[in-house]
């Protein structure tokens, strides 16, 4: 009951809020807390950087860090594709089945579908991710030029000047005398 008791009594006070923080102090002590409360609410604090802290003081403190690289945008999403692809597979699947319970012929397979994020190599037109693309490119560039090189070779007659010459063909060293 002792703080039931010291409760009502400062219930009984004339108690007056503080216009910064709402806090009810009595006459006096407000006088006091009012300065302070506008000092400490009035001013920013910066954040602590604890990393700037640990490294004063070491020589890795003088070394200019790099921005962060931009972040590029993410790929748009297409689950809307993938979801009805997916609902494709299932219908055609069941199709199947009933096809094989009454036993008739079977359904012709749902076409493939194209996956938007798959880049097409420009030599074969096949499909592949961004990493695999970029290599299978570079190659397919290479077997490419080397079919048209062997293409030509073998279209045309070879007119030699002199009686005797030499010939690199994919890399074999070819001694030719006429």
């Known amino acids: 009951l002792p703080w039931f ?5 400062a219930q009984r006070q004339d108690l007056i809020p ?3 923080c ?3 102090f009595a ?3 407000l006088l006091r807390h009012d300065p302070i409360c506008k000092k400490v609410f009035n001013k920013k604090r910066k954040p602590f950087n ?3 802290q640990r490294l004063r003081g070491t020589e890795i403190a003088t070394v200019k860090r790099q921005p962060p690289p931009k972040k590029q945008p993410g790929k748009k999403s297409n689950w809307r594709q993938h979801h009805e692809d997916f609902i494709n597979a299932i219908r055609s699947a069941k199709q199947v089945t009933k096809a094989l319970k009454e036993g008739r012929p079977l359904p012709p397979p749902p076409p493939p579908s194209i996956n938007p994020d798959y880049i097409q190599c420009p030599h074969c037109s096949r499909r592949f991710n ?3 693309a970029e290599r299978h490119m570079k190659f397919c560039e290479e077997q490419a030029i080397h079919r048209a090189f062997a293409a030509k070779i073998t279209q045309q007659p070879l007119v030699i000047s002199r009686v005797s010459c030499s010939i690199t063909f994919l890399g074999i060293r070819l001694n030719l005398i006429k």
């Open 27 to 29: 006459q006096d002590v």
């Open 5 to 9: 008791e010291f409760h009502t009594a």
């Open 22 to 24: 709402g806090r009810r």
């Open 50 to 52: 604890s990393l700037k």
């Open 130 to 132: 961004e990493a695999a």
């Open 18 to 20: 503080c216009t910064t």
